[in-house]
């Protein structure tokens, strides 16, 4: 099948990528950690704590910043850590992907667009599939991509103001890789309701739904995670690192399928007309006027 061809082809290119950055050695990736722009990494004990940091643009995701997470999460140094978090700095933990990024992007051929699907999808996939516990400290907003972040995290510990929502479609946007996670994790019409609306919720119906670990106050969250990465640091390092593998390929076969279709939906999406108008209405604080040009269709590719 097509998509299955798409989802194995990502898989081999993200090996490949891999194994180049581990070929470099220890000094390139300490000089990269070094480098990082919108990241910021810290480590104690065996825990290591990766920031987004873009405070001011409520650590909207750029594609540098998604480069550097993917460096960051497959450096050698997180293989050795015990337990990863993941947290933002500022009042957000993550508002999704940059919409002046994206309106940047429109005049991208098909291939490029499907290129920066596939960078997200491989973000994605690597911070899933990690062979140590994850811990996302959420504070704020988690919103779209920000709000898959969160979610793909083996624990989701979230403040009382903290927000997650899927608001893809507000702005003529697809929800079309967060939604092979999400479906994963609640079911199927609850998955419709938060996809399709675009509603936010709060941190009490996100753990509701299964979305959130534990609620704790934000004076107490950094205590809670350092609890919570020392009950799993106990544990055999050995067990959980097969635990985790044999929980990736339960769903791998699934997943697999629904990324590569999310993959073409995503690409696609980004060459309608809704889309710039979505993009462009945001970004100019306008409701946006749907219908301005055909949708049947997307531009020609």
């Not at 994850?134 to 709000?147: K, R």
């Not at 990324?259 to 073409?264: G, I, N």
């Amino acid at each position: 099948m097509p998509a299955q061809k798409s989802a194995r082809a990502l898989g081999l290119r993200c090996n490949r990528e891999r194994s180049f950055r581990e070929k470099r050695g220890p000094t390139a990736a300490r000089e990269d950690r070094l480098n990082y722009k919108t990241i910021v990494i810290s480590e104690s004990a065996s825990i290591r704590t990766i920031t987004l940091n873009r405070p001011e643009r409520r650590n909207a995701m750029t594609p540098e910043m998604q480069i550097e997470l993917i460096s960051a999460l497959e450096d050698p140094a997180s293989s050795s850590c015990r337990v990863l978090v993941l947290a933002g700095a500022g009042e957000a933990f993550c508002s999704g992907l940059d919409l002046s990024a994206l309106h940047a992007s429109e005049d991208k051929s098909a291939a490029e667009h499907r290129a920066d699907a596939e960078r997200i999808a491989r973000l994605f996939l690597t911070l899933y599939e990690l062979p140590m516990p994850t811990i996302a400290a959420v504070h704020g907003a988690a919103i779209a991509g920000g709000a898959g972040l969160a979610i793909l995290c083996d624990f989701t510990l979230a403040t009382p103001a903290a927000k997650f929502g899927f608001t893809e479609v507000r702005i003529g946007f697809v929800p079309a890789l967060v939604s092979a996670f999400l479906t994963l994790q609640v079911a199927d019409k609850r998955s419709r309701d938060l996809l399709l609306t675009g509603r936010l919720i709060d941190a009490e119906e996100a753990y509701r739904l299964g979305l959130v670990s534990e609620i704790v106050a934000p004076e107490e969250l950094t205590q809670h995670v350092g609890a919570l990465a020392d009950v799993l640091i106990a544990n055999s390092p050995q067990s959980l690192k097969a635990t985790k593998s044999l929980l990736a390929q339960q769903n791998r076969a699934w997943l697999d399928s629904a990324v590569a279709q999310a993959l073409e939906a995503n690409a696609l999406s980004r060459e309608t007309a809704d889309f710039r108008e979505g993009i462009a209405a945001f970004l100019e604080k306008r409701k946006p006027v749907w219908g301005k040009e055909s949708r049947t269709s997307p531009r020609g590719r």
